[in-house]
């Protein structure tokens, strides 16, 4: 695929396998078409890790942090179960939308909780409303424990961000699904993977093997869940798709 930006012109140019498109560059098609590489671009030269949130890094696009807002703020969960806990910024974040709230709290899984980041997240000044759980997140004494922690009646949000093959994300979605409660999500980010395989640090393999192509499995498998972007809010513009590192990302349960 070839994408050229005219600014003289001010047209974009898409040629892909014989076909060309022309459309303004002021435009929203125009819009959708640079985001996509702008995404791809920052992802490889790793701009969402210059982010961080109340003194911890998160590694997040932005965009993805907003929009999870708006669906906690929504949906108000009691608990939010976050798979992959890294250097603990998004776990941070989400204590802090729930003190803002005032309610919930957020469990965090990780196979490996590394003794610096555990002592930054317990000191935090949201420590308090955090768990940390250590240990693999499929593994079976590690999923009973997280569900032994979530009392009868709780509003549940979990997001998966731990290992991003197909195959760990569809099974921490079959371990994980049942905690979600109806019209709350369970959501497999990441899946940006697929569309990464060219990129310098790409893999082949991520256009078949991502979290994206896990969640689909899943909502077949489970008639209970649909694939949904949650609905924006606010949107005075003709925009209507996500920046993100998570399309297809967002599994709602309806039941």
């Not at 940390?132 to 997280?146: F, N, R």
């Not at 990129?199 to 909502?219: L, Q």
């Not at 489970?222 to 005075?236: K, L, R, T």
Request: aromatic content about 8%; charged content about 25%.
């Amino acid at each position: 695929m070839k994408l050229t930006i005219d600014t003289d012109r001010k047209i974009v140019v898409r040629e892909s396998g014989g076909s060309s498109e022309t459309v303004p560059l002021y435009s929203d098609r125009a819009f959708d078409l640079i985001a996509e590489q702008w995404v791809n671009v920052g992802w490889n030269q790793k701009y969402s890790y210059t982010f961080s949130w109340m003194g911890r890094p998160i590694i997040q696009l932005p965009e993805d942090m907003i929009r999870t807002q708006e669906v906690i703020h929504r949906v108000r969960p009691d608990v939010i179960v976050e798979t992959g806990v890294a250097h603990g910024g998004s776990l941070i974040y989400y204590a802090s939308l729930c003190r803002v709230l005032g309610k919930g709290r957020v469990i965090g899984i990780d196979i490996e909780i590394r003794p610096h980041n555990r002592q930054a997240i317990e000191s935090h000044e949201l420590g308090g409303a955090i768990t940390l759980v250590e240990g693999g997140s499929t593994d079976p004494d590690i999923v009973a424990k997280v569900h032994g922690m979530i009392r009868p009646g709780e509003t549940v949000l979990v997001l998966l961000d731990s290992n991003h093959t197909r195959q760990h994300v569809l099974d921490e979605l079959e371990a994980y699904h049942d905690l979600v409660t109806p019209g709350s999500y369970i959501v497999a980010t990441d899946g940006v993977m697929k569309d990464l395989q060219d990129t310098p640090r790409g893999r082949p393999e991520w256009v078949w093997d991502n979290p994206t192509a896990a969640a689909e499995e899943f909502a077949a498998r489970h008639p209970e869940f649909v694939v949904e972007q949650p609905a924006w809010p606010f949107n005075e513009s003709g925009l209507n798709r996500n920046l993100t590192h998570w399309p297809g990302a967002w599994l709602r349960r309806l039941i």
